[in-house]
């Protein structure tokens, strides 16, 4: 076995590929057995790598991190949505599809993302994300970076339509603000300002469909801020959480 | 606190069942599971089981240390409140756990350092060779210097390359660019530097 792809498996196990190559390798990683085996030990060698380095961390980061957690509810396993697809080691063509065909389900049904919540009260047609969703998933070539994380309270999904120059924000669990503040969603790039994708608000479930025109080229995460309504020209920083693309 | 013991993978321990937190036959992916279920103690062993390698590796790729001790914190309470999307059939705990430290570690140097990087580089590949001073560090440590005796076997171009992408946290392409290099012959240089240190450590996949 001896691919250009293949060659990038060290370069992915010491983690310093730009995140645009990791992502095309991870891709390449669900079809190709091969590589997913040499990864897997190349990761174990990369480990390794930090014998070297290991050092006695200070006591007072035991104390902290052990405060933090009693605070932090660990998230609930990932049952049975895209995520779950994306994991299964699927091709990256099948997983797509049933990532589209997931959504499309999810949409018909009109439950976002998550199907296990699904809520059958509200129809495609009646809402436009989810018609413009639908529309996204039903092109057979729709080239779809779906990536989910979680928030301190709930979690993110971002999909992002690299053709269309569409991107979606699937919220779940997202708390309701105060009256007079909204939610902000944010292209961020590796360094210098922020771009503004636009305000949105959960529904009183938390969930949360919002779709926006947008391309994410040349950006590495994205990110949801706190801010007054109506949106601000650059996120408070005390309230941003990013958002893996 | 027994953070300084190694955690080779496999371990050959690895296998045995239920026992205390103090019982380092209990695995990783054991106590990953039980935090994954709220059992902060089961964390708290985990954590000491592995603090030393994780907060290392960030101290040496972000090199302040009210930073490091920031960014391990964070990469900790990630490590908890995920516990439960753990994928155990795709990475062992300890690999996993370092990877998503690398990647953070990686993160903060790019935002917070982004605009003195073109100096840093230039200091880190002219004043001070990365893996030299890696070794001073380790003198002590017989499970560093294993593989520290691994590293020195390869060739001088190939523990170069991993140095700089693994310790100073630049992606490959930087380093070719930082060594006058085509891209292709780092891509080469890292993977058999790896393949030679994965052979001589013994680590299976």
């Known amino acids: 076995m001896s691919h250009d792809l293949n060659l990038l498996a060290g370069a992915y196990a010491l983690d310093a590929l730009s995140p645009e190559e990791r992502e095309q390798f991870q891709a390449h990683l669900a079809e190709c057995p091969e590589c997913t085996d040499e990864v897997r030990g190349m990761q174990r060698t990369a480990a390794e790598l930090s014998q070297i380095t290991a050092v006695e961390p200070p006591p007072q980061l035991r104390e902290d991190v052990l405060r933090g957690i009693s605070q932090v509810r660990p998230l609930p396993p990932v049952v049975d949505n895209v995520i779950a697809l994306r994991r299964a080691k699927l091709s990256r063509s099948v997983w797509q599809g049933l990532a589209a065909a997931c959504l499309v389900l999810a949409v018909a049904a009109g439950g976002w993302g998550y199907t296990q919540h699904r809520n059958a009260s509200r129809a495609s047609s009646a809402n436009p994300v989810a018609a413009a969703v639908s529309s996204l998933a039903n092109q057979p070539n729709a080239d779809l970076v779906v990536s989910s994380t979680a928030l301190s309270h709930g979690s993110g999904t971002v999909i992002w339509a690299k053709q269309e120059h569409k991107v979606v924000l699937i919220g779940r669990d997202m708390p309701a603000l105060p009256a007079g503040k909204t939610y902000q969603l944010w292209m961020l790039p590796e360094t210098g300002k922020a771009v503004s994708a636009g305000v949105f608000q959960p529904d009183a479930a938390g969930n949360v469909a919002y779709q926006t025109d947008g391309d994410l080229s040349g950006y590495v995460k994205m990110g949801v801020s706190v801010e007054p309504a109506g949106g601000s020209a650059q996120p408070t920083p005390s309230t941003v959480q990013l958002l893996n693309i | ?205």
């Open chain 2, 1 to 205: 606190m027994t953070s300084m013991r190694s955690e080779r993978e496999p371990s050959p321990l690895a296998a045995a069942g239920s026992a205390t937190e103090a019982d380092h036959e209990v695995t990783l992916e054991d106590l990953l599971a039980r935090s994954a279920r709220g059992d902060e103690r089961a964390f708290a062993a985990l954590y000491d089981r592995t603090a030393s390698r994780v907060y290392g590796m960030v101290h040496r790729v972000v090199r302040d240390a009210a930073q490091s001790a920031e960014v391990t914190q964070d990469i900790y309470l990630e490590i908890w409140r995920t516990a439960a999307r753990f994928d155990a059939t795709k990475s062992a705990v300890l690999p996993y756990l370092l990877m998503v430290a690398h990647r953070r570690a990686v993160d903060r140097v790019r935002s917070a350092q982004a605009s003195v990087v073109r100096d840093d580089k230039y200091e880190r590949l002219h004043e001070e060779r990365p893996f030299d001073s890696v070794a001073e560090t380790v003198q002590s440590r017989l499970d560093g210097q294993r593989v520290r005796k691994v590293l020195d076997g390869l060739t001088e171009a190939q523990r170069e390359a991993i140095s700089l992408a693994y310790f100073g946290g630049y992606t490959h392409s930087e380093v070719a660019e930082l060594l006058a290099l085509p891209l292709g012959t780092v891509k080469t240089r890292i993977r058999d530097g790896l393949i030679r240190m994965r052979d001589a450590l013994g680590v299976t996949a």
